[in-house]
Each structure stands twice: as C-alpha cells, then as structure tokens.
C-alpha cells in the first residue's frame, strides 16, 4: 500500500525527475516544465459558484440588524404548543345492548348507553356521529369499566329514526357540535373542557471542522488567479484553501440544519455514543425531520400541487398572510411550471396555448421586428384560493450538494433526484416571531480556534499576521498550524403544521 | 375457463342402467352441480397502516400527522397497480370514461399521477382489526378451486396475482389502491418487510394473513422439534447438524456437555426451522458436515462471502461453485474424485488428533 504523501496539503506541483539522460519537449513537460496556455487564468467555476446555496442560513441566521437566532443554555430545548381543540371521543362499546344484533337503537328516544374512552363529552351538549346522527347527553357519565358510560338520546323529528348500529361500532368518533341545548327554564347548569398546551422538544447539533497547514505554504504564490471574497483576485493559495474550507463547513451546516436526524429514543436516551469518549453525540431533527405531512410524485400535475397545497393551507384560517416558501432545486422548478403549463393546454400543445392571445406577450418579448426578441416565462408562485400565496426559493444543494451526489438520476431530465424534492415550509412570523429559527448555545454559536504551530496563517484575525515579525506563542513545536471550528446549530419550526414534503419518488 | 372438479358428484360413472327413466337421471347426476355464485366470492378485509414513522418533534400529536401514499415514476411513465388490460376492466368504472375515448390515454396516466391518499394513524380508524386505511373489496371467481387458492395464499403479493382469476366486483378503488401498494416503494407488502428499506413509510397488513403466516411458523417449528426429537442421543448428527450452521462442535468453550449442543441447535430451530428440518432430512448431511469440518481445519477453502469450496496445495481443485455441489463431486465414483474425498477425510482425522 502506498503510504499518503505528507505535503499532499500543500504542494500544488509536485517534484520531478528525468532519468534518462537526455531533455525534450516530452520529458520537460512530464517534469511540467513546459505547460499549454492558459487563456483565462481566472479559476472557471464549471459547477458554479459555492456562496450562494444557503438560503436557510441565510434566511435564519441573521443579517446585520436583521433576524435574530434563540440562544439556549442547554443542549435540549422544548417550547409549549396547542394542538387542534379536542371536541370528540372514540366508542369503547355499547352497554346493555348488542351492538350485532340490536334493532331500533334509539328509537322513539328510547335511551341507550354508550361507554367511551374519556369523559371529554360534556353533559346536555349535542353529540354528531360521523355520518350526522344527532343525540343528546343526558347527565354526567360515569366511570365504568374500560371507559365512561353515558345516557344517550336520540335528536328526532320522524318517530321512525334509528341509531344505525354501524355509527356504535368501537372506535367511531362522536364528537361535539352546536353546544349544550337546555329547556326554556329551570336548566342546570353544565361543564366545560379545558385543553392545556403540549411540549414540543428538539436539541442542537454540534458540529466540527479541522483543517491543517505546514510549511511555508502560506506565501505560496501559484498559477491560477482566485476570486477573493472582497471581490478582487489573488494568486496567492491559502486565501483560496481558507475560502473552500469556510464554504465546505457552511455547506456542512446548512445540509445539517435541514437533514439531520434526531437521535433520541422514546426514553429520551441519545443513542449515537462517540466510541472515543463514550459520550453522547446530539443530533439536531432538521427540517426534513421535523415536517409532519408528505407526499410523493412522478410527473407532477396542477391537480397533486393544487391538492398538497390545499393540505399546506389546511387550517391557516387565523393569520392575515402566510408566507410559503416553496424550497425545491431546478428540477422542482421545472416541473412546478411545467405542471401549470399542462394544465392550461389540456389536451392541447402547451405552445398552441402559451402563445396564444394574450398570453403571447407574456412568454415572448421585445420589440416588434426585432432581432433581439426573448422567449420563456416560468411560474414561481401560486396563490390559494384564500389569497395565501407559495413563492418558490431555489435550494441549490438539492442540485449539488452532498445528498445530490449520490441521489438516483431522475429517468428522464438525467438530473438528481433530490432536485425534484419540495419543501413547502411556513416561513411566517406568529406573535411577532418568525416561525422557522435557528438555534444555538449560548456563547457557542461559532467558534473558531488556532492550534499554532511554525506555520503561519495570514488573516488579521488568527494573531499571527504580523509573521516573522515577532514571537508566536506555540501550541505544538510541529512546523504544522491546525485550524479547528465548532458550532451549535439547530432549526425549530413552532408550526410545523403548515409544513409538506413533496418527493419525486421511483418504484 | 377452467372445470371445478372438486364439484364433480362422486357417482358420476356408477349409473349404468339403460332404461330410459334411469338414463335420464344418470345424464342429470352427470351435470355439475351449479354453486352459487355468492360462494364463489371472496372478500378481501386489508389495512394500509403507517410504520412508526421519523417525523415530527417528540411530543407532537401524530394521529394530525398527514403521510400519503402518492404517485411514483416507473421508468418514464407513472407508476401504475394495473396491466393495460386490467385497467380496461377497472378505470372506467372509476375515471368514468370509456377506454374507446379519445382521451383515455391521458385520463389514465393523470389517475396515476394524482394518486394522494392519506393513511389514517391507527387511533383513527373505526375497524379495531385493521387499523389504518381499511381496504375491502370482494372478488368474484369462476370456480371453488381458484377462489381456494386465492383465500390460502400467504401473501399479498400472491393474493394479487389469483386475484387476476376473478373480476372485482365491488369495491373496485380500493382493490387498484391495494395493488398500486403492492409496486409502489413506500409501502412494504407484509408488516415483517417495513424494515428493509428506509424509503419504506407505510406497511400493508391483514389480521388473517399475519395470524396464517404465523401458524404455519408455529407449525414449521413444531414439526422441527419433533424431528430434533428422534435425534436428541445422536452425537454424530447433533455434531453434523451444528457443523452445517457454521458452529463447531469441538469448540469446548461453547459446548462442555451434549446438552449445551442441545441448547444451541433449539435455539437455531426457533430462528429457522425451515432450514433445520431441511438439514435434518437431509441425506448428504454427513458429506456436508465434512466438508464444514474441513472448512474449519484449513483443509478446504471457502472464499469470504463466497458458496464455493477448492481444495489442493494452491486450491486450485474447485470443488464446487456451492455446498451441494461440492458433495456431488465428492460423491463421483470417479477415481480422481474418490481419492480427494479419501484425502480429505484423512486430513481431517489428522487434524484432529
């Protein structure tokens, strides 16, 4: 086996040698003495460039004056929820009749007794069963075995009404509709339910990330020219090492903030252990963890994303304005548009309609007899029939990121299928807070450390910038500079109700 | 279409009688007894039921939990639970469009593509046997035979290919849902299968085929206990059959005592009984258990992850490409074959001692 060579890291042409005897073009050039031109000695980013695929750090993290992120002081957070309001109760059986065999249950109002799991229903209110058979609670329940035992009757007009047996079965959900009815006077009074909120948990991830550097490298001019963050070029190659380690850890921690798997068990047990330390090792539930509601799609048509966003919406009634965004990669982005073009062709070519009347100016511009005309228009929002609307966002890691290169191709774009994934993700602001946030430990957001070694890092915030020109303290007599990070990320959703995953799935 | 002759009357051909009162009896005891066609229906009760699934927050209420079962791609095209012609048989009662229409082609692959259907948590459903989304559908056959056949079958995925024998007479969308489920990815075909794929949300799952499958385990486990029974003083078998699950009999920190054999080869029993009875049954056990023993000693090689055994200086003698293989060449009365066979034996007596 060979054994890795140690300045891998840091040398970008390595050392050669000619043994035989003599110099030509040929051997001069496998010693890469002698090179082709270069044309554009600007690096070409062939997959594009890396800083701009972050759009939930980038929505979540914070801008200057902008967002803030929660700072907890534990690794484990939890925050109080309300669920939808309790107003029905499952049948455990029928007492003092069978349910099998019984005929006319009810009739004439004639009581029958129920028993149902709870005593969630109130007395004297109206109860629906699923197919609308209205009765009365007659008094309180009381406890019984294996559940709650009420006096039922039936609300009748036609003396020949019937309880159907089949709305008696166990399980069928009655539930309360149009409150408690009492007569014109000397009612009792009755009871009512309180529902208290649940408690919704999550932790934060920790992550890390280490980089090293020998020798002198630091001074190392080479070949390429890069592009600076500040926007300038440099041939120097550390800056440009530096910008794909940040840009590699930003990818790490955006990837992490939307598919990291919550690693605790029903006992609250972490159950990833660190096999060095023996500890517990945190994973963050991300947003792919944390969205209650999916669905899949193969060719997705305006009726499935009608549907899924009627279910996105479903319950939205007590905000004045939602904010869906839709976060899906190019290819989702295609096939949203494509699904609403095929739609309003019908049986028709979408062109013949697309360009069309009206329509016609909107997909092809420029001015008429020009040589410069413009064709394509693409859909990106949609708006729900209550006015809420769902604008697209591109998710570029869907298309390149860690899960795209190794995701199926779809069959017939060729692209990732991770491309085609949608996450309809509620981005509103409730009680004046903003739904989806990040999540940190205290004092722990970012950190960023340098174990120094004889190598020097440029950068005015390492402390070894001025170089030679003064004493570094060391960390290690190694002529090797290590560079560590560490942070705490975590996402919570407070409503995740309006959350959907739609996947592009193969079978 | 197939003859029941299970409906055959017994006496068909005892009537010889030629009067013609009798002739007339014969030809009507001749006929096969009309049955009903109510007998020849089988309702099919199933359930779709979500695995324990990865989502939301500890704490959330999952019965509002909103998972589907949605459309998928096959290839180019949607995915489908119907052949063309069975689709023919079953869409136009649920598209209500005519195949013969020219817009059948698209009405059928959008039906496929808008597949949605959410899948009750199990608190929700009102059928306390079939939790989840309850599917009901009864299919009418022709004859008692293949209806038999369709009611006995173990699985699902069997099930559905009987079920091609009869015609779907009610509850038709719920039938083309049970075998979109059966191609569909999300959905495992039996409850023991959710595990196998992490892509898998959703299980299909019917209290009578469970309940089936576990009795013909207990039935299976039974008949290997009565079998290890006959075999419980064999040392040389008890060995042979350890030997054949990869465990070493002279091993003395695992088996001190025959009882301590005993106790393994239960518990092997419990795991897989099918291939224990196999294995006891089994004539070549004794070749097998050699050639295992031979494995152990060094004697013949068997590649990691490979069935194949080779055996010489340089393994370059290959026995066989799998276990039964290699007992056919060792069984060979040719000379060459009987002469490794005898070496082999030889070796491992010497390794023994």
């Known amino acids: 086996m060979s054994l890795p060579r140690q300045d891998e890291s840091r040398i970008i042409t390595h050392e050669s040698y000619n043994g035989r005897g003599f110099t030509d073009e040929n051997s001069l050039a496998r010693m890469r003495m002698t090179k082709p031109d270069t044309i554009n000695p600007a690096i070409t980013y062939l997959m594009g460039r890396e800083d701009k695929k972050f759009p939930l750090t980038f929505l979540t993290e914070g801008q200057k004056g902008g967002r803030k992120g929660i700072e907890v002081n534990s690794i484990e957070y939890k925050f109080p929820v309300m669920g939808r309001l309790k107003k029905s109760d499952q049948l455990v059986r029928l007492d003092f009749l069978d349910v099998a065999t019984a005929t006319n249950i009810g009739r004439g109002g004639a009581p029958f007794y129920p028993v149902f799991k709870t005593d969630w229903l109130k007395m004297h209110h109206t109860v629906y069963s699923p197919n609308g058979t209205a009765c009365r609670i007659q008094g309180k329940s009381e406890r019984v075995n294996g559940g709650f035992r009420y006096k039922f009757v039936l609300i009748y007009r036609d003396a020949n009404e019937v309880v159907p047996n089949s709305e008696l079965l166990s399980n069928v959900k009655w539930s309360m509709t149009g409150g408690a009815s009492v007569s014109q006077s000397d009612s009792k009074g009755n009871e009512s339910n309180v529902q208290a909120p649940g408690e919704l948990k999550n932790q934060i991830s920790i992550l890390r990330k280490s980089y090293h550097i020998a020798g002198n490298v630091t001074n190392k001019v080479v070949e390429f020219q890069f592009n600076t963050p500040k926007g300038g070029v440099s041939s120097l190659w550390m800056p440009f090492e530096e910008y ?8 790490a921690c955006e990837e992490n903030l939307w598919w990291s798997k919550y690693n605790r068990d029903d006992k609250g047990n972490i159950t990833t252990i660190d096999d060095e330390t023996g500890l517990p090792i945190p994973m963050a539930a991300g947003v ?4 209650p509601n999916h669905d899949t799609y193969g060719e997705l048509t305006a009726k499935k994303l009608s549907r899924t966003i009627s279910d996105v919406m479903y319950g939205a009634t007590d905000t004045g304005h939602m904010n869906i965004v839709l976060f899906t990669g190019i290819g989702g982005m295609e096939e949203f548009d494509n699904s609403i073009k095929r739609d309003i062709a019908g049986s028709a070519s979408v062109w013949s309609v697309v360009l069309a009347g009206d329509a016609a100016s909107k997909f092809i511009t420029g001015a008429p007899g020009s040589s410069n005309l413009s064709f394509g228009a693409y ?43 949608m996450y309809f993700i509620d981005m509103s602001s409730y009680d004046g807070q903003n739904n ?27 402390g070894d910038y001025k170089g030679n020109g003064k ?37 | 279409m197939e003859n029941n002759n299970t409906n055959k009357p017994n006496n068909e051909n005892k009537a010889k009688d030629s009067s013609p009162v009798v002739q007339q009896k014969t030809a009507v005891k001749e006929e096969p007894k009309p049955i009903h066609p109510s007998k020849l229906r089988s309702k099919v009760e199933l359930s779709i039921r979500r695995k324990s699934l990865n989502a939301g927050l500890p704490g959330d209420d999952t019965v509002l939990h909103n998972p589907k079962i949605g459309s998928s791609l096959r290839g180019k095209a949607p995915l489908s639970g119907l052949d063309l012609d069975e689709e023919k048989v079953y869409l136009p009662t649920i598209l209500g469009i005519s195949p013969l229409d020219l817009n059948w082609g698209r009405e059928t692959r959008d039906y496929w593509s808008n597949i949605s259907e959410r899948v009750p948590h199990d608190k929700e459903g009102t059928n306390s046997r079939l939790p989840g989304r309850l599917l009901l559908f009864t299919i009418q056959f022709n004859n008692l035979r293949d209806k038999k056949i369709f009611d006995n079958a173990e699985t699902f995925d069997a099930k559905a290919a009987f079920s091609k024998k009869g015609k779907v007479i009610e509850g038709e969308a719920d039938y083309v849902l049970f075998r979109y489920c059966l191609v569909y990815g999300r959905v495992a075909n039996s409850k023991a299968d959710r595990y196998k794929s992490g892509k898998i949300d959703f299980y299909l799952y019917s209290q009578e085929t469970e309940s089936k499958k576990n009795y013909n385990l ?13 075999i419980l003083t064999d040392e040389s078998k008890i060995n042979a059959l350890l030997r054949v699950f990869e465990k070493d009999p002279t091993d003395t920190f695992m088996f001190q005592t025959i ?25 070549s056990l004794a070749q097998k258990a050699l050639i295992k023993e031979a494995v152990l000693a060094g004697i013949v090689h068997n590649p990691a992850n490979t069935d194949s055994y080779y055996y010489g200086d340089d393994k370059q003698i290959v026995l066989g490409n799998s276990l039964p293989d290699a007992v056919l060449f060792l069984r060979s009365k040719e000379e060459r074959n ?15 001692s």
Do not use: W
């Not at chain 1, 794909?244 to 990818?251: A, R």
């Not at chain 1, 570094?472 to 560590?484: E, M």
């Not at chain 2, 009987?338 to 023994?352: D, G, M, P, R, T």
């Open chain 1, 244 to 251: 794909q380690h940040d840009i590699q850890f930003k990818e």
């Open chain 1, 288 to 291: 792919n963890d944390q969205i």
């Open chain 1, 379 to 421: 859909f990106s929002q949609y708006k729900h029939v209550d006015g809420h609307v769902v604008t697209i966002k591109h998710l570029p890691l869907l298309d390149f990121g860690g899960r795209a290169d190794n995701s199926p191709e779809h069959p017939i774009s060729g692209k990732p299928l991770s491309s085609y994934e």
């Open chain 1, 436 to 462: 989806v946030k990040l999540v940190y430990e205290k004092g722990r957001m970012l950190i960023r450390g340098v174990e120094q070694g004889m190598s020097l890092l440029r950068g005015a915030s390492y």
């Open chain 1, 471 to 507: 004493d570094l303290a060391l960390a290690t007599d190694q002529d090797r500079t290590s560079v560590h990070f560490m942070k705490t990320l975590g996402v919570s959703i407070f409503r995740n109700t309006h959350c959907f995953k739609l996947s592009c799935d193969l079978s």
């Open chain 2, 218 to 230: 207990f039935e299976l486990r039974r008949q290997a206990k009565n079998a290890f029974d006959g």
């Open chain 2, 259 to 283: 009882e301590d054999k005993h106790l393994v080869l239960d518990g092997l029993i419990d795991k897989n009984p099918k291939r224990f009875l196999a294995f006891v049954s089994d004539k």
């Open chain 2, 338 to 352: 009987a002469q490794i066979l005898e070496s082999i034996k030889s070796q491992v007596l010497y390794a023994k």
